[in-house]
């Protein structure tokens, strides 16, 4: 069972990136997926979250209207397409099953599956 996050790089500001979790061992289609991220010297903060069955998503206010999440059943593999980057964005990004199938409006999210995280590095 493992979770794996990938699709960081050193990026410019207003650049692009798309990063990438996908399953192996383990189906996806049970959860819905959050994207949290990390920068040096500050706590972890949630980014985006897609529930399991509608397809409903959710956005931090810093990230709303330049980060959409997406879900690909058949690669088992939930994406964050990053534009607009901004150096504020630079952090490592992790990925995580959440048992609460939905993003909002529900019990408060229980983490179970953790990936590696991936590093993003938005220069000025």
């Known amino acids: 069972v493992q979770l794996q996050a990938s699709g960081g790089g050193l990026v410019q500001s207003g650049g692009s990136l798309r990063l990438s979790c996908v399953a192996s061992?383990?189906?996806?289609?049970?959860?819905?997926i959050r994207w949290f991220r990390q920068a040096p010297g500050k706590e972890r903060e949630g980014v985006s979250c897609?529930?399991?069955?509608?397809?409903?998503?959710n956005y931090a206010d810093s990230v709303k209207g330049r980060f959409t999440i997406s879900r690909d059943k058949a690669k088992n593999t939930v994406y964050l397409q990053m534009n607009s980057l901004k150096p504020e964005d630079t952090a490592v990004y992790y990925c995580?099953?959440?048992?609460?199938?939905?993003?909002?409006?529900?019990?408060?999210?229980?983490?179970?599956?953790w990936g590696q995280g991936t590093l993003v590095t938005v220069s000025s």
């Open positions: 897609i529930s399991r069955n509608d397809g409903g998503t």
């Open positions: 995580a099953t959440d048992r609460v199938t939905v993003c909002e409006g529900g019990p408060p999210p229980q983490i179970d599956n």
């Open positions: 061992g383990f189906t996806l289609d049970y959860y819905a």
